[in-house]
T-cell receptor, first 108, second 115 residues
């Protein structure tokens, strides 16, 4: 099962773009990369998922290079409400492994 | 409204007193899972179920039991709770495709304290 590595924490300011990178060197051919957001004392919430190249939705973009050994979650123009923990997850069949997550702090 | 519900939301109990945390989803999902979350350790999968009567161990199954008699319900059972099971527990569900490209929905969490 692929294990993910992310920075423990990141700081940013309102209005900036934030990029969080996740390393998953042992990703398998059938695995997808998924990102979740979690606020304190709440369940994680799905943000975005991708297999390769670039995926974009209304809240984020996900960049995955050709070798798929890493991925980058991009949050455009963050606001204070984006302060949360962000988890990168390699979706390997049914046994899901979350990393320790990246704690993002957005300052005014 | 599509949701995953858990009960109770908060529970304080004593060592050895059997307890059950219920989980229910109304999305007709095949796959359900339990996680525990501890400070600095992120979320760790306890058990998962691919469908009715089909369950399997996650990364930290010791001290827990589960059952899946109905599609919508996936209770977590602690036969003899111990203080090291004090944690925040999340139930989750999703459609039962194999592997990725499927969003997982999480419940609101159950904060358990074992004295």
């Amino acid at each position: 099962l692929a294990k993910t590595t992310q920075p423990i924490s990141m700081d940013s300011y309102e209005g900036q773009e934030v990029n969080i990178t996740c390393s998953h060197n042992n990703i398998a051919t059938n695995d997808y990369i998924t990102w979740y957001q979690q606020f304190p004392s709440q369940g994680p919430r799905f943000i975005i998922q991708g297999y390769k190249t670039k995926v974009t939705n209304e809240v984020a973009s996900l960049f995955i290079p050709a070798d798929r050994k890493s991925s980058t979650l991009s949050l455009p123009r963050v606001s204070l409400s984006d302060t949360a923990v962000y988890y990168c997850l390699v979706d390997s069949s049914y046994k899901l492994i979350f990393g320790s997550g990246t704690r993002l702090l957005v300052r005014p | 409204e599509a949701q995953v519900t858990q009960n109770p939301r908060y529970l304080i109990t004593v060592t050895g007193k059997k307890l059950t945390v219920t989980c229910s989803q109304n999305m007709n999902h095949e796959y359900m899972s339990w996680y525990r979350q501890d400070p600095g350790l992120g979320l760790r999968q306890i058990y998962y179920s691919m469908n009715v009567e089909v369950t399997d161990k996650g990364d930290v199954p010791e001290g827990y039991k589960v059952s899946r008699k109905e599609k919508r319900n996936f209770p977590l059972i602690l036969e003899s709770p111990s203080p090291n099971q004090t944690s925040l527990y999340f139930c989750a569900s999703r459609r039962g495709t194999s592997g990725g490209a499927v969003e997982q929905f999480f419940g609101p969490g159950t904060r358990l304290t074992v004295l």
